[in-house]
């Protein structure tokens, strides 16, 4: 007669566990001893962020508890941001890092319609703040900037000192912040537009819409009439969206 198998007790435990959750007799208790179980375990470990831990298996085997239970514990502690999960990659300690977009991500899956409506929405804002907080030196460089557009003879070197004019517009902002956001945007607009051929390379005409429209910008941030600023940005750029996407102002 032969021997009975036998059953190391942690896949018995596993296998008890898992069985009795299945068919919804897991008790509250159970759940609660095993939450407390990992919580004590993660506090004497005290594992740096992001530290993997081990296997459900394994680590129900280390806690002596079933892998149903863990698994409710395990999400609960990922609820509370203790944890983090990455499907096929396991479980870590700490709070799921942002998943925030490499710049040359967000240029292969944006649109110039998103970057321009983009641009609406941040630039504005951008005048009026540098309107509250432009120094004279500030008001001097984009004055320089708009003399060197207006000596431009094409459009590259126009699209130079244009993209020099309101990047020193986020500059006299005085905010850091607000200044790395327009940096973001313009690298994936310059990326997205960069593209963009004209019919003719000799430069803007003397009569270019952004010429007036630019000074008008310069002269409400001269002024500190934030108000104006932020209005005359809107149009300024509502008449480039109409000019690139062929959109009229709304």
Not at 118 to 140: G, K, M, Q, W, Y
Not at 166 to 178: C, D, M
Request: glycine letters at 6%.
């Amino acid at each position: 007669m032969s021997e009975p198998k036998t059953v190391p007790i942690a896949t018995l435990v596993d296998e008890i566990g898992d069985g009795a959750e299945a068919i919804g007799v897991a008790t509250q208790s159970s759940y609660e001893a095993t939450l407390t179980q990992l919580r004590a375990w993660l506090t004497r470990k005290n594992l740096p962020q992001n530290t993997r831990l081990p296997t459900e298996r394994d680590l129900a085997e280390r806690l002596g508890v079933s892998r149903g239970s863990l698994r409710k514990a395990l999400a609960t502690l990922e609820d509370e941001g203790h944890l983090w999960r990455h499907v096929g990659k396991g479980t870590f300690v700490g709070a799921r890092a942002m998943d925030v977009l490499r710049l040359d991500e967000i240029d292969r899956n944006t649109s110039p319609q998103e970057v321009m409506r983009t641009r609406l929405l941040l630039e504005p804002v951008i005048a009026r703040e540098a309107a509250l907080n432009a120094t004279r030196s500030h008001v001097d460089a984009l004055r320089s900037c708009t003399s060197r557009m207006r000596a431009a003879t094409s459009w590259r070197q126009y699209e130079t000192a244009d993209n020099e004019l309101h990047r020193s517009i986020a500059e006299a902002t005085g905010n850091t912040l607000l200044l790395a956001l327009f940096d973001a945007m313009n690298a994936v607009r310059r990326a997205v537009v960069w593209g963009i051929t004209r019919a003719d390379d000799r430069g803007p005409p003397a009569s270019h819409h952004s010429f007036l429209e630019h000074d008008a910008i310069i002269d409400a941030i001269e002024k500190r009439d934030y108000a104006a600023a932020q209005q005359t940005m809107l149009e300024h750029l509502q008449a480039v969206e109409q000019n690139l996407l062929g959109k009229k102002p709304t």
